[in-house]
């Protein structure tokens, strides 16, 4: 059974910085393009990042570009969001997701499976 579990949200003020992780169990965590994803209540799910099976590429919506850095621990089957400067437009709920594509993908139906999510509020 394949689990996803995010941790490391919560609430911080505007310009501070968090760090998300994602543990992943019962897959081969090496062999899945990592994503994370974003969604406000009554909004849909955006894609804010991914990362290569290897961590060598990365791709960053334009928003949080120079300002979130995802990365990955293939030996603790772990992917990170660091966030810093963050605004009050960051707050959602953080989703990540494993995708067995080659390739970084985007689209939400292009990964496999999804955490529960973690929230992330940015007071102004």
């Avoid at 393009?33 to 590429?57: D, P, Y």
């Avoid at 992917?79 to 594509?101: H, I």
């Amino acid at each position: 059974q394949v689990q996803l579990v995010e941790s490391g949200g919560g609430l911080v003020q505007t310009g501070g910085s968090l760090r998300l992780s994602c543990a992943a169990s019962g897959l081969t965590f090496s062999t899945y393009v990592m994503g994370w994803f974003r969604q406000v209540l009554g909004k849909e799910r955006e894609f804010v990042a991914a990362i290569s099976r290897s961590g060598t590429n990365t791709y960053y919506t334009d928003s949080v570009k120079g300002r979130f850095t995802i990365s990955r621990d293939n030996a603790k089957n772990t992917v990170y969001l660091r966030m810093n400067s963050l605004k009050p437009e960051d707050t959602a709920v953080y989703y990540c997701a494993a995708s067995g594509t080659y390739e970084l993908v985007l689209k939400i139906s292009q990964y496999n499976y999804w955490g529960q999510g973690t929230q992330v509020t940015v007071s102004s």
